[in-house]
Structures are given as structure tokens and as C-alpha cells.
């Protein structure tokens, strides 16, 4: 497909998003809404133009991190806004022009790529819908559509129309070239509609087909709760997609899992488990209710509710509830309940005691812990770093460990238990 441009238009200002953060920032199972119609665009074409004006720097800045071969083209807003505007000063090069928005994140390339097996002058995509409320209304007459009339300009009949513009159009190259430099503003927004290239064509004879597609697939963000709509979508298929790789969920729809997750052999995940960024999981069992962030999980099992912090890499380890891992790796461990490990090296064979803490801070800088193989940690013991525990240590309940620890050796940090005879009597003035 050399010889196809995309135009991703992305210039608005959101308003209805009522929101700082730029509409095609907001994010959906991790990607902000741009990026999905970036990255399907260029599946079909190595030519995609971004147009931006609002923010447009901030949203360069977060597609650099994915995309390096994209155009962005800056809109003449003030004098041409609209999205007829946003084509204004764009060179059209190559003989196919497909426009699509920033704002349909569950668009699919296979489904743009139907746009070019119909033969005409302009292929425009169409939903039927039963509530075309806010949406431009399509007149459709002997299957060429006819023309697209914007709401706030449509009659009272022209409202009752049930086809409406889903915004993705393919252009002859010729259409756009002639028609884009005719368009006015004479409407009730004062805006450059491209919709009236179609009218336009029309009248001139051109042929304008319509091609109707689904609204799962086409549908527009546009305020937060499209936002939710379209993330229940997106979340139903990277679970579908999951399942039919052989990963089991329980009760998928109360699980999140960004779109950036990879699994791999057998696992499990169950209800509440929320993943996120560049975590693998592999073999393993996440129970219910923890939180997974940017971590390696292999061979082990975490939960139920436990919380995996950024950078951790977990492998043939048991982590058991209310322990918090966060930038730590951990080799055969097993740490049962209620811990905080960070910052940390933990060797296979280790068993760490509930109310394990590692004081990795002291209100300046971060400092590392690392533990040895085979070595028991008592209940309570509170590990200051920086510290090195070697192999084979015993480490006694509620210790406080200040310095390094031999091979070998038993650590215990205690005052001695004393006895008061009679205390509670004496206390409460009782018997
Ligand atoms: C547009 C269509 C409408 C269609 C709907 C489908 C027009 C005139 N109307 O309306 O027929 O039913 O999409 O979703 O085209 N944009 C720019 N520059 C601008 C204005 C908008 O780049 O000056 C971009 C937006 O960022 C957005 C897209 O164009 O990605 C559509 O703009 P939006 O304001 O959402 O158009 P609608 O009013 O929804
Ligand atoms: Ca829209």
C-alpha cells in the first residue's frame, strides 16, 4: 500500500472531555487514545500525518516514546478551525487519503482496510444507530450518499436520520486537492467542516459510497464516559485474547490488565488482580485482589492481596497477603504475610517472618538489602540498610538489624524479659 496517505486528525480541543490533559492523552489499558490509531494506521501505510494544535507539544513528547516515522502537521486554528481546517495546509502526495480521527481507539487495521476494495471517489464510513444523537446525519440515496449534515445545522427530518458520519473517510487524492481549498465556514459553528467535501463532490457528479461499519470499532471518545465505554471494550478483548492463549481468569470483567502485559505457559489470575505497565507473568498463580506494576513474576505465587511495586523481579517465590515488594529481586523465597521488602536481593531458600521490614530509607537516599540463601528471619525483624546477611543466618524475632551478619550465625537483638509480680493488682487497685 505505497501509494496511501493517513491523516489522523487531532486538533480539537476535547472540550467535552472537560479535562487539562489533551483528549487523545487520555488513556485507555495503559496507551493513550492516539496511540492505538497511530499504530493501526501504520499497518497500512508507512505516510501518517498527525494533526495537532492544542498541546500539541506534550502529545508529540508521548508518542515519541513508541512512534519515530510520524508527521506532525501543526493546524491554523485560529484562522481554520474545524476539521476541514485541520487539511488546510497539508500537501497531498500520494493518490489515496484515508482520514481518521485520534479519538477512535478501538479502531482495527483490518477493519480500515475494507475502505479500499469499494471503487469510488470517496469512501465514507457509516453507523446505524438507534440514538444518533450527536453525531453528523448522512442522506443516503441510491446507496451514494448524498450529503452529511452536522447536527447543530440539521432540519428537524435531517435529526430523524439514523445513519450517521463515523468520522473515517478515504479520499481521492484530486477530491481533496479541489475541494478542501472551496470549503467555507458558513454554519452555525463557524467552523471548516471537512464533511462538506461530500456535498461539494456531489453536485459535481463524483462518486461517494458509503461503507457501513460497526460502532464497537468506530466509536468517538468524547467525554468520560466514552472514555469507560471504550475501556470496557478494550479490556474485554485483552482478557478475550488472554483466555484463548490459555490464561484462566476468574470473573475477568473485575480484573484489569494494560494492554503492555505479556504472559506466558500457564496461569492464573483471579478476580480483583489488577496489572500493570511491562510485567511478564509466567507460570505463575496471581491471587485475588493484588496489584502488579512494571514486574517479572516466574514460577511463583502472589496473594491474595499483596502489592508488587515497580522493578521487581520474582522467580519460584511465594509471597503471601499484606506484603508490599517494590524494586527487589527475590529467588525461592517464600514471605508469607505482612511485609515490606524493598530495595532488596533475597536468595533462594529464604523464609521471611511476618512484619519483615526493610528500612531502605532514612529521609535522604534509598540504601540496598541483601540476603543470602537458607537464611530464617524471625517475626518483626526490622532490616536497616544498607546491610549484607550472608548465607545461613538465623535471624531472631523482633530484631533490628544494624550491621552485616556471617555466614552461619544467629543475630538477636532483645532487651531482657523481666517479671513484675502483682502489676495488674497493683495497677487497677483490684483484689
Ligand atoms: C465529526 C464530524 C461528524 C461525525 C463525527 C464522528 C465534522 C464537521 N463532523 O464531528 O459528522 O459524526 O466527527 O465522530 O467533521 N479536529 C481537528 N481540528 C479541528 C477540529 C477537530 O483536528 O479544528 C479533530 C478532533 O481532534 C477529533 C476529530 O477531528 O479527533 C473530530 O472532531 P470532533 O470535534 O470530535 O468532531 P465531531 O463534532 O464529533
Ligand atoms: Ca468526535
Redesign the pocket.
Known sequence: MNNISII???????TRMKSKTP??LHKISGYAMLYYSIKEARKISNDVKV???HKHEMIKKEMDKYFSDIEYVI?D?EN???????LKNINFTKDKILVL????PLIDSKELEKFFNIDADIVMSIIKLNNPK????VVIEDNEVVK?V?EKDATQSELNINN????VYLFSKDILDKYIPMLSNNNK?K??????TVEMAKLDGKKIKPIFVNEENFK?V?SKFDLSCAEDIMQDRIKKELMMQGIYFRLPKTTYIEKSVKFEGECAIENGVCIYGNSLIKNSHIKAHCIIEDSTIINSSIGPIARIRPKSDIQDSHIGNFTEIKKSTLKGVKAGHLSYLGDSFIDEGTNVGAGTITCNYDGKKKYKTTIGKNVFIGSDTQIVAPVTIEDDVMIAAGTTVTKDIKKGSLAISRSPLKFIENFFYKFFGKK
Open positions: 489522523i486528525l487531532s486538533a480539537g480541543f476535547g483528549k487523545v494533526v495537532l494544535y493546524q486554528v481554520f478551525p474545524g476539521t476541514g481546517g485541520a480521527n485520534g479519538d477512535m450527536g453525531y453528523g446525519r452529511i452536522e450517521v458520519n463515523a468520522g459553528s467552523e471548516y467542516y471537512l464533511t462538506d468517538g468524547n
